[in-house]
């Protein structure tokens, strides 16, 4: 059975950082890339960042491009998302997901249709 189980959300104040965690169970970790998306209230799910099998490229939204980085422990079975400078903007359910065949030349990663497993979601709360 795959798991995948977010961790490390919270309230945090405007400037502050969180550093997010996703661990996984039941599958082959490295053979996955890892996405993290997140739903604000009232909004849908959108893409925030992702990273390869081996970690060599790396994307992100425009919108958390320079305070976020996804980054990925194979031994682990781990990806992480570290957030600095968080805005009021940022707060939503941040969650993970396992892609197993991405695809690099339409921008795949961008799509919640193209990720296999999901986790369960944490809540950054960012006050001003």
């Known amino acids: 059975q795959v798991q995948l189980v977010e961790s490390g959300g919270g309230l945090v104040q405007t400037g502050g950082s969180l550093r997010l965690s996703c661990a996984t169970s039941g599958l082959t970790f490295s053979a996955y890339a890892m996405g993290w998306f997140r739903q604000a209230p009232g909004k849908e799910r959108e893409f925030v960042a992702h990273i390869t099998w081996g970690s060599r490229t790396t994307y992100y939204a425009d919108s958390v491009k320079g305070r976020f980085t996804i980054s990925r422990d194979n031994a682990k079975n781990t990806v992480y998302l570290q957030m600095n400078t968080l805005k009021a903007e940022d707060t939503a359910v941040y969650y993970c997901?396992?892609?197993?065949?991405?695809?690099?030349?339409?921008?795949?990663?961008?799509?919640?249709?193209?990720?296999?497993?999901w986790g369960q979601g944490t809540q950054v709360t960012v006050s001003s």
């Open positions: 997901a396992a892609d197993r065949l991405p695809t690099y030349f339409d921008a795949g990663y961008f799509r919640e249709s193209e990720y296999d497993y």
